[in-house]
C-alpha cells in the first residue's frame, strides 16, 4: 500500500518535500492558496526530476501522482505524513498547524519545516493531538540532501518521534532527533555563527563573498561533507586524537579570533554582499545555479554514502 505525503505550503521547501516524495514512490496531495502554486509546483518538479533520475527513483516513482487541492481540509485526508512550510512567521504556523491538527487523522505525524521555532510553541493552539506536531527541519535541496531535523516538544511522546523517524527514513532522509527543544535547533545555530561570522569580514574589508566561500568550498567544506567539525579536529590531534588537539590549540578559544554578534546590517554591508553574490552569479539564473547544485549534489552523494557509516558496517550511527 502506498503511502501519503500531504504539503501545506509550496514555496521552495514545500515543493522540495514533494519532489522527493514523489521520487520515493509516495502519492502527494498539496494545497497552497496562491493560485499559480500548482503550475510553479510542476515546473520545480520537472527541472529536479534528472537529478532524481540520476540518483534512483523508487519503483512506481511519477510526477503524475501529485494531486492539487483546494483546501487544507481535503490536502490531509488520508495522510501518512503531513509537512507544513508556511513562512516563518510563528502566529501563521501555530494557526495553520492548529487547523492541520483539527482535521487530520490522530495517526498522522505533522512536520513543521520551521528553521527556528520550537515544537512547544507550534503546539500550543492543537487540540485534538498536539503530541503529533513536532519540528521536521530540511536543508535546500529538499529533494537531495537527506538531513531533517527532528524536536518534539512537551507534548510529543517518545512513540510519536519513533514514528516519524520511520516515516522520513521510508522518505529517504537521514532524521537527527534533537535531544531538547531550542531556538534553531542544530544545523542551522552553527550556520548562523558561520554566517554571522562572514559578515564581518566583509563589512571590516578583510574579504569579499567570493573568497569567504572560498576558503568553504576549497578547505573545511571539503572535509566537513564527510567527517564534520568534531571528527575533523580530532584527527588534526594526531594519534592522541582529540585530547591532544584540545590541549594544544584549546587555549586559542580565549583569543578575539570571532565576534559572534552580527553586526549592523547597514546599506553599505548590504550593498557589499549583494555586489559580491551577483559577481559571483556571473549573470546566470537562479535556476541555471540551481541545476549546477544539484549536478554537484549527485555526483557528491554518490560518492561519499561509500564512505558513511553503514559502509563501514557501523550500523545505529548518523
Not at 554566517?195 to 573568497?211: C, I, K, M, S, Y
Amino acid at each position: 500500500m502506498s503511502q501519503q505525503l500531504s504539503v501545506i505550503g509550496t514555496g521552495v521547501i514545500g515543493n522540495g518535500w514533494i519532489a522527493r516524495a514523489l521520487a520515493r514512490g509516495w502519492d502527494v496531495v498539496a494545497f497552497d492558496p496562491a493560485p499559480e502554486a500548482p503550475a510553479r509546483t510542476r515546473a520545480f518538479v520537472d527541472n529536479a526530476w534528472a537529478s532524481l533520475e540520476r540518483l534512483g527513483l523508487a519503483e512506481g516513482a511519477s510526477p503524475a501522482r501529485l494531486t492539487f487541492v483546494d483546501s487544507l481540509e481535503q490536502a490531509v485526508v488520508g495522510a501518512d505524513l503531513i509537512q507544513e512550510n508556511v513562512p516563518e512567521r510563528l502566529p501563521l504556523k501555530q494557526e495553520i498547524l492548529a487547523a492541520i491538527d483539527a482535521a487530520a487523522s490522530p495517526e498522522a505525524i505533522i512536520g513543521s519545516s520551521t528553521s527556528g521555532f520550537k515544537p512547544s510553541d507550534l503546539q500550543q493552539d492543537c487540540a485534538k493531538a498536539p503530541g503529533r506536531v513536532i519540528v521536521a527541519h530540511p536543508f535546500n535541496p529538499v529533494y537531495l540532501l537527506p538531513l531533517v531535523e527532528l524536536v518534539g516538544g512537551a507534548a510529543t511522546e517518545p512513540a510519536q518521534v519513533e514514528r516519524a523517524q520511520s516515516l522520513y527514513q521510508a522518505l529517504g532522509m537521514r532524521p537527527l532527533v534533537v535531544r531538547r527543544e531550542i531556538e534553531g535547533h542544530i544545523a542551522d545555530r552553527l550556520m548562523e555563527a558561520l554566517w554571522r561570522e562572514a559578515l564581518h569580514l566583509v563589512n571590516d574589508g578583510v574579504a569579499t563573498t567570493e573568497e569567504i566561500d572560498a576558503a568553504v568550498v576549497y578547505g573545511c567544506g571539503l572535509r566537513w561533507s564527510l567527517m564534520g567539525t568534531f571528527l575533523t579536529f580530532h584527527l588534526a590531534g594526531g594519534e592522541q586524537g582529540m585530547r591532544h588537539m584540545l590541549e594544544q590549540f584549546g587555549p586559542a578559544l580565549k583569543l578575539p579570533w570571532t565576534k559572534l554578534e552580527a553586526p549592523e546590517l547597514t546599506d553599505t554591508l548590504i550593498d557589499r554582499v549583494v555586489e559580491g553574490c551577483e559577481h559571483q552569479a556571473a549573470g546566470r539564473p537562479v535556476a541555471e545555479l540551481d541545476r549546477r547544485r544539484d549536478d554537484f549534489l549527485v555526483e557528491l552523494l554518490d560518492l561519499v554514502q561509500k564512505y558513511w557509516p553503514e559502509a563501514e558496517g557501523l550500523e545505529g550511527r548518523i
